[in-house]
């Protein structure tokens, strides 16, 4: 029997162009698409690329920055000045940091490193070609008997859920030493769906205790194999596409900001803020989530956190929007 999950992990009946400069690249993607019941169409450069578009009905571009005749940004632009506005996928193995401008301008909210697993690559493209079955932890995990749900309306109550599922994780196998990392992606989640989607982000900066009269925050979770599951949900539907990918500029910006003026000995203290810490966080601790909108309905973030040895660490993350009407 076929879970949700696994019908999120399949790509039957869609054509998906994988546009990359590398044989190895074209290989690897390929082969992840047609594993999974689509059919692969490759190019190594942007005009390939053009030309496809125009001569096949695709369902997905999944392209990598660093092409031979331009980027892939630009390439994004130039199938939609044809009115083409399939969904995009950018891949890359450079520093996705340096790009969040070009994402912004180009509203692009899926860029993937290309260390990712193929499972995760395969959900991705799903995920973006139809917009479907996105909410809901029982998406991304098969355990889906087994999730807990919680929902608080006080944000005296995020510590204690904090402490629960921390014990959960560590009773499913995390390192306890893992226990503090965890806490950290929990409280920024959680606490982000209580103050921020409700309007109370200034109560947030001043640590003040506030309720949600006639709302609640869900939050489930469920480990399977090696990971845990965790998923936050607002139903306020505030946060947007361009918000988050905002918050992750604001926080780069900073972070450069800071090591300049270590090195011309300046002050910056005045200039530093805290916005966006939290969402720029769990996409730097978490192995593989997502941001997954519905507006001025709901926000969902989803966490898939591996409980191995030493599995929270910060990296180069990949970024996964999902904006749904």
Known sequence: MKTKSDKNLSLKGYKILI????????????????????????????????EAVNTQKLNLLVTDIDLPDMNGFDLVSGIRA???????????????????????????????????SEEAFVRSCNNVITGKNIFGLANYIRNSSKIVR??????????????????????????ADQKPYLAVILDEIISNAVYHAHGYTEQKVNHEVVSLTG???????????????????????TLTKKKILSSFKN????????????????????????????LQMIRLM????????????????????????????????????????
Do not use: W
């Open 19 to 50: 546009v990359d400069a590398s044989s190895a690249g074209r290989g690897i993607f390929s082969t992840y698409v047609n594993r999974a019941g689509g059919a692969a169409i490759t190019a190594r450069s942007a005009a390939d690329a053009l």
């Open 82 to 116: 044809g009115k083409n506005h399939m969904p995009v996928i950018i891949m890359t193995t450079l520093n996705i940091d340096e790009y969040i401008d070009l994402a912004i301008d180009k509203s692009i909210g899926n860029i993937l490193t290309k260390e990712i």
């Open 150 to 175: 919680i929902s608080i309306n006080c944000s005296s109550q995020i510590s204690l859920v904090i402490r629960l599922i921390s014990a959960y994780a560590v009773k499913c196998g995390m390192p």
């Open 215 to 237: 709302d609640a925050v869900e939050i489930c979770y469920c480990a399977e194999r090696d990971r845990l599951g965790i998923s936050v949900t607002d139903f306020k539907g």
């Open 251 to 278: 926080v780069i910006d900073q972070k450069k900001l800071i090591e300049e003026s270590g090195e011309i000995d300046m002050d910056v203290a005045d200039k530093i803020s805290l916005t966006g810490r939290g």
């Open 286 to 325: 978490a192995n593989d989530y997502y941001f997954n909108i519905k507006p001025n309905i709901m926000t969902q973030v989803i966490a898939l956190v591996n409980i191995s040895d030493k599995a929270i660490v910060y990296h180069n993350s990949s970024i996964r929007i999902h904006e749904v009407g």
